[in-house]
């Protein structure tokens, strides 16, 4: 059984692959009739143990898209609250034959010790500070349709790199795919492995927008701070916020990115999120295309 745990676990080729079949289905998503009978003997459970609306709600509609059944699980209105365990609860679902499990789950790993438990293909959608696999490769879709490649380009993730599995997936996705990458944030929201990551180290906002080519701008995530971070969210936004007079005084266009939910006002103003940079909600859009072709993939696989 195939599985989609992390970006660290596939290839160039696969990212690829999962590209060019995305631009299949981007077509089809712009014709009238958006839907094909490719996963029509497939059904799906998207099980998340933790909030989402962009990624919870992609899933779904790719599924319906490719004509597979789907189920939604949702853990806050669940008999997890009664005590039942991760795996009992997903093995439950899976006998009334259901063949792919998409995941959200609050804790680094959770995917992978579920596909190592059940019969069924695992997509990750989310585990806690870890990957969001399917993120990282829409991110990169939308980089590759705005800029024509993405090798060769300069990418800055901005924010709070250390509670981020945007951050991890997109800079394994975007090494892979031969980008240069750099972080840039407060000290203290950065990972102590940094150096780790073959990835430039900036702490100045500014010069990070006047290195790159294209901004990826993360949300503070204040969920997963279990201690009092510094910088506070006014703190953050005086020093690392980022507004159209700092684009202005660049000189040049890049391209401005943000995985959502914003927090409009902290890490960007709406200036820069509703601005002539944005490509924040064509982003949105291809996370369908994306999702229907990492689900074909895998279910035909089996
Ligand atoms: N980008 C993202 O994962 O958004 P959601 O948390 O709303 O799914």
Not at 54 to 60: D, W
Not at 131 to 158: C, M
Request: glycine fraction near 6%; charged fraction near 25%.
């Amino acid at each position: 059984t195939r599985h989609l745990l992390g970006i660290k676990d596939i290839s160039e080729n696969d990212i690829q692959l999962i590209f060019e079949t995305a631009d299949n289905f981007k077509d089809v998503l712009n014709r009238p009739i958006k839907k094909v009978p490719s996963l029509r003997d497939i059904t799906i459970a998207n099980i998340f143990f933790e909030n989402s609306t962009r990624t919870r709600l992609s899933f779904e509609l790719a599924e319906k898209r490719l004509s597979a059944d789907v189920i939604n699980f949702s853990s806050s209105n669940s008999s997890v609250k009664k005590g039942e365990t991760l795996i009992d609860t997903v093995n439950n679902i899976l006998s009334m034959k259901v063949d792919m499990v998409v995941m959200r789950h609050a804790s680094p790993g959770a995917p992978h010790f579920l596909s190592k438990n059940i019969q069924a293909n695992v997509v990750n959608a989310g585990d806690g500070t870890h990957e969001h696999p399917t993120q990282a490769l829409l991110d990169a879709f939308s980089i590759r349709e705005k800029l024509g490649d993405v090798a060769g380009k300069k990418v800055a993730i901005i924010g709070d790199i250390l509670h981020s599995r945007v951050a991890l997936s997109n800079i394994f996705c975007l090494q892979k795919l031969g980008a240069e990458v750099m972080v840039c944030g407060p000290i203290t929201l950065l990972p102590k492995h940094i150096d780790s990551l073959g990835v430039k180290v900036e702490y100045d906002v500014q010069k990070a927008l006047e290195w790159c080519d294209v901004a990826n701008v993360l949300r503070i995530q204040l969920e997963r701070q279990q201690i009092k971070y510094f910088p506070s969210l006014r703190e953050y936004s005086l020093y690392f916020g980022i507004n159209k007079k700092m684009l202005d005084r660049l000189g040049k266009k890049i391209v401005i990115m943000h995985p959502g939910p914003i927090n409009r006002g902290v890490e960007m103003n709406s200036d820069v999120a509703d601005g002539e940079h944005s490509i924040i909600l064509q982003q949105v859009e291809n996370g369908v295309a994306i999702r229907m072709a990492v689900l074909y993939l895998l279910a035909g696989a089996k």
